[in-house]
């Protein structure tokens, strides 16, 4: 079994209001320091799969179809060996 | 300026639907070998700083009042020193 840690991140260049508002409440808590903050979103998967290989292009696939959005979200992945 | 990157996640044991959901969805998409999903945030906060410490302990500071929820969540930082 694979743990496939999913990172998936707004395009550069992409507005992020989200970001934008955790940046005001922490200013507002007196964090003056803070230039700019981005979200994303993280995901772990278990996937059975023959190898750490296979695990990787089965996840990609699936951050491809569902996990992220293409045409905004780039996204990165990470595969560990997990205890069955 | 230093870049942390703020990993939020649910803590063992929690539920998580929204996790529950994209597995669900990604059974309907043919992918039965996903276990479990389990899903949490993750953010980017540039952040000027005089040390790489002194960026980590503001930002554990920022995740604990403000970024994470400490009684169901826990958060991770890794901190890269960034161009100014």
Do not use: F, H, S, W
Not at 28 to 42: F, I, P, S
């Amino acid at each position: 079994m694979y743990l496939v840690k999913v990172y998936v991140t707004l395009k550069k260049g992409i507005l992020d209001p989200q970001g934008v508002t955790i940046r005001g409440a922490l200013e507002a808590l007196d964090y003056k320091n803070v230039r700019e903050v981005r979200t994303g979103k993280y995901m772990e998967l278990e996937l059975d799969a023959p190898t750490a290989e296979a695990a990787r292009e089965e996840a990609a696939e699936m951050a491809r179809r569902l996990l992220a959005n293409p045409v905004i979200e780039d996204y990165r992945l990470e595969v560990e060996e997990a205890r069955a």
